[in-house]
Nanobody
Framework: QVRLVESGGGLVQAGGSLRLSCAAS????????MGWFRQAPGKEREFIATISWKGDSTYYADSVKGRFTISRDNVKNTKYLQMNGLKPEDTAVYYCAASIDPQLQFGVQLDEYDYWGQGTQVTVSS
């Protein structure tokens, strides 16, 4: 069982930055691809970014490409999402996710992930 705990959310003005963290309770050798998703009120949960086990492959949604950066530190069992140039439309609950499928380099679909964090709120004011 892998437990994921997000932190780092909060209220920020448009144009500002936040860094989200996602700490995993188990050795990261038991998880492979990891991803970040978000869900705004009244909307479906959407893919934001994903990173491979070694951290050498990343993929982003077009809406955040060039502004957000995903990274991971397997020694610390932690994954990060650096968010720069935040916009009001980035307001959402952000979730981290982990896959235990060693064949999955990275995933963009919700059902590709096995474990989810509880979410952290990010609010961007205009």
């Amino acid at each position: 069982q892998v437990r994921l705990v997000e932190s780092g959310g909060g209220l920020v003005q448009a144009g500002g930055s936040l860094r989200l963290s996602c700490a995993a309770s188990e050795r990261t050798t038991s998880t492979y691809a990891m991803g970040w998703f978000r869900q705004a009120p009244g909307k479906e949960r959407e893919f934001i970014a994903t990173i491979s086990w070694k951290g050498d492959s990343t993929y982003y949604a077009d809406s955040v490409k060039g502004r957000f950066t995903i990274s991971r530190d397997n020694v610390k069992n932690t994954k990060y999402l650096q968010m720069n140039g935040l916009k009001p439309e980035d307001t959402a609950v952000y979730y981290c996710a982990a896959s235990i499928d060693p064949q999955l380099q990275f995933g963009v679909q919700l059902d590709e992930y096995d474990y989810w964090g509880q979410g952290t709120q990010v609010t961007v004011s205009s």
